[in-house]
């Protein structure tokens, strides 16, 4: 699921690339522009290797601002055999970052939310390999399909609002405009999108994707480090939830789950997240769970706290809302001191209905 895991995939795609594109070395590829394309068949093999060395020098860098201020440029003269060198090393380079950043980097990127970690960066690199592999390969009439588990890799981490389709390749081929789909319009704009974080003063919540979802939810880690009792079973079953929604192609990543992570010691401690993208009146319901050991400390409230100033400072969110069983004292006390108040009229029978209005956090 981590470094090694988004390493491998990264240099997988890049071997499978160059060894297509190989077979054509020599054609003139300054002559050749794929269709719907402003790029030469060269640009775009240089583009693949300029967007690789970007994320690696930002992840390892650290970068949080901005892009790392610098360009790569080819000596003159080099040839077809020399520009797929360069994609090797630069696809060895961003695999060598993916593999030894810590598990809590992250760094700039601007889609969607100005950062993304290191299984983000392996994704977008495995993507501008493949897609724009395809775009070389259809310019010069080179058949080109990678493995189905690379696309399945970049949309299962960075496509997590595309409903999964007949085969994970020609889906992310309609996800970013370049093939159709039976009974889906044709999409003429896309972005791929790297989960959302929240700070907070101790801790972070960091978006779940389908990917770490899955795993969740069989039983697995998700890409944590939990504390030894974690996750806690509403966790998990709140990452089924997420699971189902991918599937069903009406999960909104934004209003997902989010794990909770100490910022002290980088531990996973518990989960809180929407069970669902707000209704009709703007109302969205949250839930949460923390393992037992993580309990009595304040990070519940924390973390309530800032994703309910998140969702209530969006034009889409007007109320929150949670429901809580009479006897349990713990998630009411949480609750209030986040600032809802019990309803009056039951939301469920046998549940309490807590509800934040908007401007009332």
Sequence with gaps: MGGDWGAQRLTEAVADAVAVLRTAVDRDWTAVQPAGMEWTVHETAFHISGCLISYAANLAGGAQDDYVPFDITLDEGTDNMGLLHVLETSGALLAA???TAPREARAFHPQPFRSANRVGFAAMGVA???LHTYDIAEGLGLAYEPPAHLP????????PDVQPGPDPWHTLLWATGRGDLPGRAPRTGWRWSNNLVLPTERLTLQGVTPASAAE????????FEWVEDGP?????EAAGMTLKAYEAGVHRPEFGLFVLVRREDGRAIGGMGFHGAPDEDGRAEVGYDLAESARGQGYATEALRALSDWALARDDVRSLCATIEPDNAASQRVIARAGFARATVEEEPGLWLYVLPGGAG
């Design 97 to 99: 970052a993916v593999r």
């Design 128 to 130: 501008e390999v493949l």
């Design 152 to 159: 399945e890799y970049v949309l299962t981490r960075i496509f």
């Design 216 to 223: 969740l939810a069989a039983g697995g880690d998700g890409d």
């Design 232 to 236: 806690f079973e509403g966790t998990r």
